[in-house]
T-cell receptor
Framework: AQSVTQLDSQVPVFEEAPVELRCNYS??????LFWYVQYPNQGLQLLLK??????LVKGINGFEAEFNKSQTSFHLRKPSVHISDTAEYFC????????????FGTGTSLTVIP | DTGVSQDPRHKITKRGQNVTFRCDPI?????LYWYRQTLGQGPEFLTY????????KSRLLSDRFSAERPKGSFSTLEIQRTEQGDSAMYLC?????????????FGPGTRLTVL
Protein backbone atom coordinates (compact mmCIF):
# COMPACT_ATOMS: atom_id res chain seq x y z
CA ALA A 1 0.00 0.00 0.00
CA GLN A 2 1.07 3.52 -0.64
CA SER A 3 1.69 5.82 2.30
CA VAL A 4 2.66 9.36 3.00
CA THR A 5 4.35 10.38 6.23
CA GLN A 6 4.42 13.91 7.49
CA LEU A 7 6.90 13.79 10.29
CA ASP A 8 5.79 16.89 12.16
CA SER A 9 2.20 17.33 13.27
CA GLN A 10 2.77 20.88 14.52
CA VAL A 11 5.39 23.42 13.55
CA PRO A 12 5.55 26.79 15.30
CA VAL A 13 7.81 29.36 13.69
CA PHE A 14 8.40 33.06 14.16
CA GLU A 15 7.36 35.50 11.48
CA GLU A 16 10.01 36.08 8.79
CA ALA A 17 11.90 32.92 9.79
CA PRO A 18 12.42 30.06 7.32
CA VAL A 19 10.39 26.88 7.58
CA GLU A 20 10.60 23.34 6.27
CA LEU A 21 7.69 20.90 6.42
CA ARG A 22 8.75 17.33 5.88
CA CYS A 23 7.08 14.69 3.75
CA ASN A 24 8.19 11.17 2.95
CA TYR A 25 6.38 8.67 0.78
CA SER A 26 6.62 4.98 0.15
CA UNK A 27 6.36 3.82 -3.42
CA UNK A 28 8.36 1.67 -5.75
CA UNK A 29 6.81 3.16 -8.87
CA UNK A 30 6.79 6.57 -10.41
CA UNK A 31 4.96 9.13 -8.35
CA UNK A 32 3.30 12.45 -8.69
CA LEU A 33 3.60 14.54 -5.55
CA PHE A 34 1.49 17.42 -4.31
CA TRP A 35 1.33 19.88 -1.46
CA TYR A 36 -2.02 21.31 -0.48
CA VAL A 37 -2.82 24.03 2.09
CA GLN A 38 -6.00 24.29 4.10
CA TYR A 39 -6.80 27.62 5.70
CA PRO A 40 -9.34 27.67 8.53
CA ASN A 41 -12.87 27.04 7.28
CA GLN A 42 -11.72 26.74 3.69
CA GLY A 43 -11.20 23.90 1.22
CA LEU A 44 -7.81 22.48 0.32
CA GLN A 45 -5.87 24.55 -2.19
CA LEU A 46 -2.97 23.38 -4.31
CA LEU A 47 0.39 24.92 -3.39
CA LEU A 48 2.56 23.06 -5.88
CA LYS A 49 3.07 19.71 -7.57
CA UNK A 50 5.89 17.60 -8.92
CA UNK A 51 5.16 15.68 -12.09
CA UNK A 52 8.54 15.29 -13.80
CA UNK A 53 11.61 17.24 -14.80
CA UNK A 54 13.34 19.61 -12.42
CA UNK A 55 13.31 18.30 -8.88
CA LEU A 56 12.87 21.81 -7.45
CA VAL A 57 9.29 22.93 -7.80
CA LYS A 58 8.08 26.45 -7.12
CA GLY A 59 4.54 27.13 -6.03
CA ILE A 60 2.29 29.91 -4.91
CA ASN A 61 2.89 32.26 -2.00
CA GLY A 62 6.68 31.82 -2.14
CA PHE A 63 6.68 28.11 -1.31
CA GLU A 64 8.93 25.58 -3.00
CA ALA A 65 9.57 21.86 -2.63
CA GLU A 66 12.32 19.51 -3.66
CA PHE A 67 11.73 15.99 -4.89
CA ASN A 68 14.42 13.59 -3.70
CA LYS A 69 13.93 10.17 -5.22
CA SER A 70 16.71 8.43 -3.30
CA GLN A 71 15.31 9.61 0.01
CA THR A 72 11.69 9.33 -1.14
CA SER A 73 11.04 12.82 0.18
CA PHE A 74 9.23 15.93 -0.96
CA HIS A 75 9.88 18.57 1.69
CA LEU A 76 8.18 21.95 1.52
CA ARG A 77 10.13 25.11 2.24
CA LYS A 78 9.66 28.83 2.51
CA PRO A 79 12.55 31.22 3.25
CA SER A 80 10.47 33.75 5.17
CA VAL A 81 6.99 33.05 6.54
CA HIS A 82 4.16 35.48 7.14
CA ILE A 83 1.32 35.44 9.62
CA SER A 84 -0.99 34.59 6.74
CA ASP A 85 0.83 31.28 6.20
CA THR A 86 -0.72 29.88 9.37
CA ALA A 87 -2.67 26.87 8.10
CA GLU A 88 -2.71 23.08 7.79
CA TYR A 89 -0.44 21.66 5.10
CA PHE A 90 -0.98 18.28 3.46
CA CYS A 91 1.39 16.27 1.33
CA UNK A 92 -0.22 13.88 -1.16
CA UNK A 93 0.96 11.24 -3.60
CA UNK A 94 -0.60 9.77 -6.71
CA UNK A 95 1.08 6.74 -8.20
CA UNK A 96 0.26 4.70 -11.25
CA UNK A 97 -0.35 1.73 -9.00
CA UNK A 98 -3.30 3.46 -7.38
CA UNK A 99 -5.13 4.58 -10.47
CA UNK A 100 -6.37 7.99 -9.66
CA UNK A 101 -6.40 7.68 -5.91
CA UNK A 102 -4.59 10.30 -3.94
CA UNK A 103 -3.04 9.35 -0.64
CA PHE A 104 -2.71 12.20 1.82
CA GLY A 105 -0.48 12.56 4.83
CA THR A 106 -1.90 13.41 8.23
CA GLY A 107 -1.04 17.06 7.85
CA THR A 108 1.27 19.58 9.49
CA SER A 109 -0.20 22.50 11.37
CA LEU A 110 1.99 25.54 10.76
CA THR A 111 1.61 28.37 13.25
CA VAL A 112 3.43 31.60 12.53
CA ILE A 113 4.16 33.56 15.68
CA PRO A 114 4.31 37.36 15.46
CA ASP B 1 -17.79 32.07 -7.63
CA THR B 2 -17.04 29.16 -9.94
CA GLY B 3 -15.33 26.90 -7.41
CA VAL B 4 -16.54 23.61 -6.00
CA SER B 5 -19.52 24.06 -3.69
CA GLN B 6 -20.94 21.70 -1.11
CA ASP B 7 -24.23 21.70 0.70
CA PRO B 8 -24.89 21.72 3.57
CA ARG B 9 -21.78 22.99 5.28
CA HIS B 10 -22.80 21.45 8.58
CA LYS B 11 -25.13 18.59 9.43
CA ILE B 12 -26.05 17.29 12.86
CA THR B 13 -28.07 14.10 12.97
CA LYS B 14 -29.05 11.36 15.36
CA ARG B 15 -27.63 7.88 15.08
CA GLY B 16 -29.66 5.75 12.74
CA GLN B 17 -30.87 8.58 10.55
CA ASN B 18 -30.07 8.94 6.85
CA VAL B 19 -28.22 11.97 5.49
CA THR B 20 -27.47 13.22 2.00
CA PHE B 21 -24.81 15.67 0.91
CA ARG B 22 -24.52 17.48 -2.37
CA CYS B 23 -21.47 18.55 -4.34
CA ASP B 24 -21.43 20.88 -7.33
CA PRO B 25 -18.09 20.63 -9.14
CA ILE B 26 -16.46 23.25 -11.29
CA UNK B 27 -18.39 23.48 -14.51
CA UNK B 28 -17.16 21.10 -17.23
CA UNK B 29 -14.91 19.15 -14.89
CA UNK B 30 -15.23 15.50 -15.85
CA UNK B 31 -13.83 13.93 -12.70
CA LEU B 32 -15.42 14.20 -9.25
CA TYR B 33 -14.04 12.77 -6.02
CA TRP B 34 -15.37 12.22 -2.52
CA TYR B 35 -13.08 12.12 0.51
CA ARG B 36 -13.58 11.79 4.24
CA GLN B 37 -11.44 13.68 6.72
CA THR B 38 -11.45 12.98 10.43
CA LEU B 39 -9.80 15.09 13.10
CA GLY B 40 -6.03 14.97 12.90
CA GLN B 41 -6.02 13.03 9.66
CA GLY B 42 -5.61 13.85 6.03
CA PRO B 43 -8.39 13.29 3.52
CA GLU B 44 -9.15 9.63 2.80
CA PHE B 45 -10.35 8.65 -0.63
CA LEU B 46 -13.90 7.29 -0.82
CA THR B 47 -14.90 7.19 -4.46
CA TYR B 48 -14.70 8.98 -7.78
CA UNK B 49 -16.72 9.51 -10.93
CA UNK B 50 -15.72 10.05 -14.52
CA UNK B 51 -18.73 11.93 -15.84
CA UNK B 52 -21.68 9.88 -14.60
CA UNK B 53 -19.78 6.61 -14.17
CA UNK B 54 -18.57 5.61 -10.71
CA UNK B 55 -15.18 4.09 -11.50
CA UNK B 56 -13.63 3.27 -8.17
CA LYS B 57 -14.71 2.83 -4.57
CA SER B 58 -12.58 2.55 -1.48
CA ARG B 59 -13.11 -0.31 0.94
CA LEU B 60 -13.85 2.47 3.42
CA LEU B 61 -17.13 2.92 1.61
CA SER B 62 -19.38 0.45 3.39
CA ASP B 63 -22.73 -0.63 1.98
CA ARG B 64 -24.38 2.13 4.02
CA PHE B 65 -22.74 4.67 1.75
CA SER B 66 -23.89 5.38 -1.78
CA ALA B 67 -22.87 8.06 -4.22
CA GLU B 68 -24.40 9.16 -7.47
CA ARG B 69 -23.67 11.58 -10.26
CA PRO B 70 -26.73 11.08 -12.44
CA LYS B 71 -26.11 13.61 -15.17
CA GLY B 72 -22.39 13.92 -14.88
CA SER B 73 -22.67 17.28 -13.14
CA PHE B 74 -23.51 17.46 -9.43
CA SER B 75 -23.07 14.49 -7.13
CA THR B 76 -24.74 13.27 -3.97
CA LEU B 77 -23.35 11.18 -1.15
CA GLU B 78 -25.87 9.39 1.03
CA ILE B 79 -25.17 7.69 4.32
CA GLN B 80 -27.88 5.38 5.61
CA ARG B 81 -28.33 4.41 9.25
CA THR B 82 -25.63 6.78 10.41
CA GLU B 83 -23.25 5.73 13.17
CA GLN B 84 -21.17 7.89 15.49
CA GLY B 85 -18.07 6.75 13.62
CA ASP B 86 -19.40 8.49 10.52
CA SER B 87 -18.78 11.87 12.15
CA ALA B 88 -16.23 13.57 9.92
CA MET B 89 -15.72 16.24 7.30
CA TYR B 90 -16.82 15.04 3.87
CA LEU B 91 -14.89 16.68 1.07
CA CYS B 92 -15.65 16.85 -2.60
CA UNK B 93 -13.13 17.66 -5.31
CA UNK B 94 -13.19 17.92 -9.06
CA UNK B 95 -10.59 17.87 -11.79
CA UNK B 96 -10.73 18.68 -15.48
CA UNK B 97 -9.88 15.41 -17.18
CA UNK B 98 -9.04 12.77 -14.60
CA UNK B 99 -5.42 12.48 -15.58
CA UNK B 100 -3.05 11.70 -12.76
CA UNK B 101 -1.32 15.01 -13.33
CA UNK B 102 -4.53 16.97 -12.80
CA UNK B 103 -4.91 19.37 -9.93
CA UNK B 104 -7.90 18.52 -7.77
CA UNK B 105 -10.03 21.47 -6.72
CA PHE B 106 -11.65 21.01 -3.35
CA GLY B 107 -14.88 22.30 -1.93
CA PRO B 108 -15.18 23.63 1.63
CA GLY B 109 -16.58 20.34 2.92
CA THR B 110 -19.64 19.20 4.83
CA ARG B 111 -19.08 18.57 8.52
CA LEU B 112 -21.23 15.73 9.80
CA THR B 113 -21.86 15.20 13.49
CA VAL B 114 -23.71 12.05 14.51
CA LEU B 115 -25.10 12.18 18.04
Amino acid sequence: AQSVTQLDSQVPVFEEAPVELRCNYSSSVSVYLFWYVQYPNQGLQLLLKYLSGSTLVKGINGFEAEFNKSQTSFHLRKPSVHISDTAEYFCAVNTGATGNQFYFGTGTSLTVIP
Amino acid sequence: DTGVSQDPRHKITKRGQNVTFRCDPISEHNRLYWYRQTLGQGPEFLTYFQNEAQLEKSRLLSDRFSAERPKGSFSTLEIQRTEQGDSAMYLCASSPTGMRTDTQYFGPGTRLTVL
